[in-house]
C-alpha cells in the first residue's frame, strides 16, 4: 500500500488532483476487475453467473478472506438480504492523504475497487450514498450500502 500512496503523491504533484484522481480510479477499476475474475477461478466459479444473494455473499467473503490485511480495520456485514454493508472507523487511506496535506482533494479508491468487483460479477446493484469525494472527510465516518437485486 505505501507504493501506491507514493504513486498517488507522485501523480498529485506532477499532474493535479483532477488528473491524479482519475488515473488513480481507472488503474483501481482495471484491477479490481482483474483481481475478481482470479478470485473467483480460485473459488472454481469460473463463467458461472451470480443467480443470488448467499452466492453473492460467498464471493464476497471470500474475497475479504484472501485480500484483506489487518492494518486495513474495514468492517462490512450483510444486515438482511440483499444488502452489503462496509466502511471504516478508521481509513487507511484518508489517513495516509490526511499525512500529505491532501485530504481535500481525495477522492475515494476503495470504493472503486468494491465497485469494479461487482460490475467484475455482472451483478447490478445501487450505492447509497453515491459519492465521489470521500465519507470519512465529508461526513466524518464511512459506511456504504450496496443493494441487490437478487434471488
Given at each position: 500500500m505505501t507504493h501506491d500512496a507514493m504513486?498517488?503523491?507522485h501523480c498529485l504533484q506532477e499532474l493535479g488532483p483532477e488528473r491524479?484522481?482519475?488515473?488513480?480510479?481507472?488503474?483501481?477499476?482495471?484491477?479490481?476487475?482483474i483481481e475478481i475474475k482470479r478470485i473467483l477461478k480460485l473459488m472454481g466459479r469460473v463463467d458461472q453467473p451470480v443467480k443470488t444473494f448467499d452466492e453473492l455473499r460467498e464471493i464476497i467473503d471470500s474475497v475479504y478472506r484472501?485480500?484483506?490485511?489487518?492494518?486495513?480495520?474495514i468492517h462490512y456485514g450483510f444486515?438482511?438480504?440483499?444488502?452489503?454493508r462496509g466502511g471504516f472507523h478508521e481509513c487507511f487511506a484518508y489517513?495516509?492523504?490526511k499525512k500529505f496535506a491532501m485530504a481535500d482533494i481525495y477522492q475515494c479508491g476503495i470504493v472503486v475497487r468494491i465497485k469494479g468487483w461487482l460490475n467484475g460479477l455482472g451483478v447490478k446493484y445501487e450505492?447509497?450514498?453515491?459519492?465521489?469525494?470521500?465519507?470519512?472527510r465529508d461526513q466524518g465516518k464511512c459506511e456504504i450500502d450496496f443493494?441487490?437485486?437478487?434471488?
Amino acid at each position: 500500500m505505501t507504493h501506491d500512496a507514493m504513486w498517488y503523491y507522485h501523480c498529485l504533484q506532477e499532474l493535479g488532483p483532477e488528473r491524479a484522481n482519475k488515473i488513480n480510479k481507472d488503474a483501481v477499476a482495471s484491477m479490481s476487475a482483474i483481481e475478481i475474475k482470479r478470485i473467483l477461478k480460485l473459488m472454481g466459479r469460473v463463467d458461472q453467473p451470480v443467480k443470488t444473494f448467499d452466492e453473492l455473499r460467498e464471493i464476497i467473503d471470500s474475497v475479504y478472506r484472501l485480500i484483506l490485511p489487518e492494518f486495513m480495520k474495514i468492517h462490512y456485514g450483510f444486515p438482511e438480504n440483499n444488502v452489503f454493508r462496509g466502511g471504516f472507523h478508521e481509513c487507511f487511506a484518508y489517513e495516509g492523504v490526511k499525512k500529505f496535506a491532501m485530504a481535500d482533494i481525495y477522492q475515494c479508491g476503495i470504493v472503486v475497487r468494491i465497485k469494479g468487483w461487482l460490475n467484475g460479477l455482472g451483478v447490478k446493484y445501487e450505492m447509497v450514498p453515491e459519492f465521489t469525494g470521500c465519507l470519512m472527510r465529508d461526513q466524518g465516518k464511512c459506511e456504504i450500502d450496496f443493494r441487490f437485486n437478487l434471488d
